[in-house]
């Protein structure tokens, strides 16, 4: 396994646990990718399978189960795990309904340790993080990688940075990282302020862990491979996820690429990246057939967690798309509601960014681009508890409403 520049014309290569997080020539994002041999693909499944009786730490996490696809080199006890992934996969009896089609589910990565999908991700980076002998690691989040990233730190005895956009992040969420004994620096403006002040300010001592790390990414990608196991190894038509800076597409688009490239599956889902209207630069730019990226100077929506108006991954992103024949589309803060009333009132639960998942399959169904028969698996990447404050503004008679068209 190496690391790789992501640019298909720079292709520069690097060591596996060299500590850089952009191509030393181009200052692209670096992938990480290996052509090792493995057993067929019968086997490996059953590998699988059967590790999700064993009680060894590996075994018992969701993402370390499937670490032939993961990177390498670590010893047994130096993984920083939670048994975060094993998350289920639920009907969306209902719900499917609402928005116009017949065989719905939902991918629920909010189930995780934290709440949050980045608990996936977060597992791989920050047994990195130490592997590399870092003392210190940092992010700039909207809440949830930062809640993530001070567990596995303090999990890790590392020391956690966090850059905020100040007065944008759910209370919840912040009230986890403070939990976990996490430094917080607010920073005015938005995410992409934090960001960009957490690369400026930051000491070379602090290793970062957005999702520009690519062991975040591999982390992720794991999510595909249990959703797929879940599924019997048969791709559902669709896959569709909410885009804030679009790392977990990336990382989707990657386990595709890699269980297609292995035979584990024939078929391919095509996936479908959903963004907030005020939050939307990735939906303008598939719509607009553009390759360069119009970032939102001023990103606006409800979803604070994917308030983002320049996404760092949008070229892996729309790497996942093509190789999917896939689309991204947006949806209005008003669908969003709706549609996380909907999934409230089945008894499931999420954030408002996950809910977009919902109101993007409604909205396609209506277009006529999606057939009401196809099978669609939605990932819903945060839990509901993760902003109350969402929930308690809401209007009663938006939840009214929903229970009347579930039959409640
Ligand atoms: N859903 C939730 C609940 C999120 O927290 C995020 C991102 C996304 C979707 C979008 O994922 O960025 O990979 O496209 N949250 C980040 C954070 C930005 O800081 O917690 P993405």
Redesign the pocket.
């Given at each position: 396994m190496h690391l790789r520049c992501s640019a298909i014309e720079c292709h520069t290569a690097l060591g596996l646990h060299d500590r850089v997080f952009a191509c030393p020539k181009c200052g692209e994002l670096l992938e990480i990718v290996f052509d090792g041999k493995l057993p067929d693909p019968p086997k490996l499944k059953k590998t699988w399978l059967e590790r999700r009786a064993s009680s060894d730490p590996r075994d018992s996490s969701g993402v370390w189960r499937f670490r032939e696809f993961l990177p390498d080199g670590y010893g047994d006890s130096e993984i920083v795990t939670m048994s975060e992934g094993n998350t289920p996969v639920l009907r969306g009896q209902r719900t499917a309904g609402w928005a116009g089609v017949r065989r719905l589910w939902f991918k629920h990565l909010?189930w995780n340790p934290t709440g949050?999908?980045?608990d996936l991700g977060m597992t791989v980076g920050i047994t990195e993080a130490k592997f590399v002998g870092a003392k210190a690691v940092g992010?700039?989040?909207?809440?949830?990688?930062?809640a993530s990233l001070a567990a596995y730190a303090a999990r890790a005895g590392l020391r956690a940075q966090i850059y905020l956009p100040a007065g944008q992040v759910s209370p919840n969420k912040l009230a986890q990282a403070l939990d976990f004994g996490a430094e917080i620096i607010e920073v005015p403006g938005s995410?992409d302020d934090a960001i960009e002040t957490l690369l400026h300010d930051s000491g070379a001592d602090v290793y970062f862990l957005n999702?520009i790390n690519p062991f975040r990414i591999e982390g992720q990608k794991t999510a595909m491979f249990e959703l797929l196991e879940q599924f019997g190894w048969q791709a559902p038509d669709y896959l569709v996820v909410?885009?804030?800076?679009?790392?977990?597409?990336s990382a989707f688009g990657k386990a595709f690429i890699e269980l297609k490239s292995y035979e584990l599956i024939d078929k391919i889902p095509r996936m479908i990246v959903v963004q907030a209207k005020g939050a939307n630069p990735f939906a303008r730019l598939w719509t607009s057939g553009s390759r360069e990226l119009q970032a939102t100077a001023h990103p606006e929506t409800v979803a604070t967690?994917?308030r983002?108006g320049n996404?760092r991954?949008w070229k892996k992103a729309l790497r996942a798309i093509e190789f999917t024949n896939g689309l991204v589309i947006d949806v209005t803060d008003e669908e969003i509601g709706e549609a996380k009333a909907m999934i409230g009132r089945d008894g499931i639960g999420c954030?408002p960014?996950?809910a977009t998942t919902l109101a993007g399959i409604r909205k396609l169904r209506e277009m006529g681009t999606i057939d009401p028969d196809a099978t669609i698996a939605a990932v819903l990447?945060?839990h509901a508890l993760?902003d109350t404050d969402y929930i308690i503004k809401a209007s009663q008679s938006l939840r009214d409403e929903a229970g009347a068209v579930l039959g409640i």
């Open positions: 909010g949050s999908f980045k992010c700039a989040s909207t809440g949830n990688t930062a995410f999702s909410p885009g804030g800076n679009l790392g977990n597409s967690a994917i983002i996404p991954s954030e960014a996950s990447t945060g993760k």
